[in-house]
């Protein structure tokens, strides 16, 4: 071995492509949004016209908490979204189950489900007027229309991928079809069918104020509605903000519901 | 119970996988089948427990499985097969619950192939805790939860490392010397065929023929790695085979 040969460390170069958790910078990025705002709209190179003020915007969320609004312009908006969406994603699960199944179904309703999907569904909201009536009902429609698509299509696709040997694995234990169904297929497809149910449910409260603009009195797509038309930027801006808080709510209780039934995942 | 394959053919679409295999498969003996990749060891595994049904020829169960077999024809899969959101005893129990036993039935059949198995500490665990032997001994205490007439096992130690597998060929060895099962052991190992097969076929490549049967006297309690009697075997099988193995290993998927 030839002697006095200088020795180097291995440059290091495995790093990158790995995203890792950093708690806090999610809501460091939300607080610096809001402070360059805020002290844009008070210095004024920020127009009245362009942004409310964000504590301004702050102080109507507060008032409309205290003067009882808020309560009474949620609960019917809540009542829509429940109803509807459990409509749309129960008969959706149902149907994608059918066509993950049954080849009959697979060939008979893809094609349908494949037609309704790309259908903006607040088109029909005319329709479903005539069909439902001006009332609760074609909300409801409207939404569980909305919510059903996505649920079937995230539904068959998930039981398609359901690992096929422990289907075989099952069938060569003997064991009954509808024990396969509810033992092997569901549980399995369970991860793909609640990944489905996050864009189900975001499309719910998308159509949901939709629904609510055209023809409710209350509910904050009705609240939205209103401030828009007076241009009030403060009411606009705090219903704007109550949505995006029950989309986070909607993702936060699934991701909920992920941890409790996919315990056995990682 | 014992098992004939009586002049089996079967074809996938245009392509022969089996043609005219004939093959008995007494009581209380493990047969196991070897051959290079592709020669339909596998199908023939499915064949006989009813997973396909072949183009030609049948497969026969004769005599009555024992009144206490809760599925006669039972796997073994190379990859393992269990239910991840099961725990250990949950997923031998999974096969119990469709025979209208009692809970208390159930429990005792899990705890007795838990112990059998060498299980009995890991009944509340999930299967991503468990390393790839213990995981393929879950699927073998499953297997003899429901009592089998005949063990249907498709190269169940492949997917394992070389340590584990001899851990687990012993372990076969030690279940079998205690209760004789009728078995059919499907792989590509030879060093497993020899260890635990007490007749072993040849398979020829595609179209797989039964190229020769080759019997070993030895007890499996009396094999050990490097046995001479073993190794010449094994040297024997490999020779039967080893020009196949060459041509399969060149053959292109889909020409």
Redo the contacts between chains.
Sequence with gaps: MPEAQAARAVPFRGGGFRPVAKRGIGLAVFAVLLLVIEWGTRAGWISNLTLPRPSDVGATLVELWQSGMLVSHMTPSLTRLVVGSLMGVSAGIALGLAIGLFSYARAGLVPLVSALFPIPKIALLPLFVIWFGIDEGSKYALIALGTFTPTVVATFGAVDNVDRGLIRMGQSFGLRWTSIVGKIVLPGALPGILSGLRVSLAIGIILLVAAEMLGAEHGIGAYILQAGSLYDLERLFAGVVILSALGVLVSWGIGLIEKRLLRWRS | MEMTLDHITHRYGDMTVLDDVSLRIPAGEILCVIGPSGCGKSTLLRLL?G?ETPDEGRVLQLGEPPSDC??P???V?Q?F?L????SVAGNVS??L??HGLGRAARRGIVADVLARTGLGDFHDA?P?QLSGGMKQRVAIA?ALA?NPAVLLLDEPLSALDAQTRELLMEDLVSLWTRVPFTGVYVTHNLAEAVRLGHRIAVLSRRPGRLRDLVEIDLPLAERRPGHPALEAVQAQLWSLIREEAQAADKELADA
Aim: zero cysteines; glycine letters at 4%.
């Design positions: 427990g997973l809760l599925n024809l039972t796997y899969f990859d097969a239910l991840p959101w099961r999974l096969v619950e469709d999930l991503r499953r429901v």
